[in-house]
Nanobody, 114 residues
């Protein structure tokens, strides 16, 4: 069974940084674009960053210029570098393929608060 394993979340102060990691199977990683999604309490899950197998990246307007998505094809791992964090970035963060065909993992919680 294909899994998604996210890590790297935690508590950060406004203006701080965190780096998230997500490992998955080579079957998914090699065939699909990968993305980071987030879901805040009471809100729908949204895509915040996407990276194609060839490296083309897209970002939601709310994170553009602050977040950077990258992938390590040798490790089947996708990363999300989050800088200049804001309280509104507080959410559970999840990775998945595009479209999100894999059963969602547990995600990693990011809390931005002073």
């Amino acid at each position: 069974q294909v899994q998604l394993v996210e890590s790297g979340g935690g508590l950060a102060q406004p203006g701080g940084s965190l780096r998230l990691s997500c490992a998955t199977s080579v079957i998914i990683f090699s065939r699909y674009d990968m993305a980071w999604y987030r879901q805040a309490p009471g809100k729908q899950r949204e895509m915040v960053a996407r990276i194609a197998s060839g490296g083309i990246k897209n970002y939601a307007d709310s994170v553009k210029g602050r977040f950077t998505i990258s992938r390590d094809n040798a490790k089947n791992t996708v990363y999300l570098q989050m800088n200049s964090l804001k309280p509104e970035d507080t959410a559970g963060y999840y990775c998945n393929a595009v479209p999100p065909i894999v059963t969602w993992g547990q995600g990693t919680q990011v809390t931005v608060s002073s």
